[in-house]
């Protein structure tokens, strides 16, 4: 084990860190397009479904015409997924209102640069995945 490698690759990691988890937010809230973020958001919700063994459909319509969720699943209910500060439409509030059960998953951006973040650890010189 090399002590002087151990703490130059961990400060860097730690530096690496704290510059994307400033530049992220800023960078994602500025310059990614609406439509973008709604698919990271969408895609991390989606992932979660499958990993957990969940079946589902996609763009369900609610109680409300015009109006859908994500996600249906068997049971009855809906998960919404919303990135950063994204807010549930008027029609998803009042379906929520008359009843229908709903889970909104959010996905800030600290978040998504902590995963930004984890990657770019994992890849660094010395990361081994021990």
Request: proline share 5%; aromatic share 8%; no cysteine.
């Amino acid at each position: 084990m090399d002590p002087v490698g151990l703490v130059v690759e961990t400060g860097a990691g730690a530096l690496t860190g704290v510059v994307l988890g400033q530049a992220a937010p800023y960078a994602f809230k500025t310059f990614v397009p609406t439509d973008i973020k709604r698919g990271i958001g969408e895609g991390l919700t989606e992932l979660g479904l499958r990993l957990t063994g969940q079946s589902f459909e996609r763009q369900v319509a609610n109680s409300v015409p015009r109006s859908s969720f994500d996600f249906g699943l068997p049971n009855g209910s809906f998960v919404e997924s919303k990135f950063g500060t994204g807010q549930l439409s008027s029609a998803q509030n009042r379906a929520i209102a008359a009843g229908d059960q709903v889970d909104v998953q959010r996905w800030t951006y600290p978040s998504v640069s902590g995963i930004g973040t984890a990657g770019v650890a994992a890849g660094s010189p010395g990361a081994t995945g021990k």
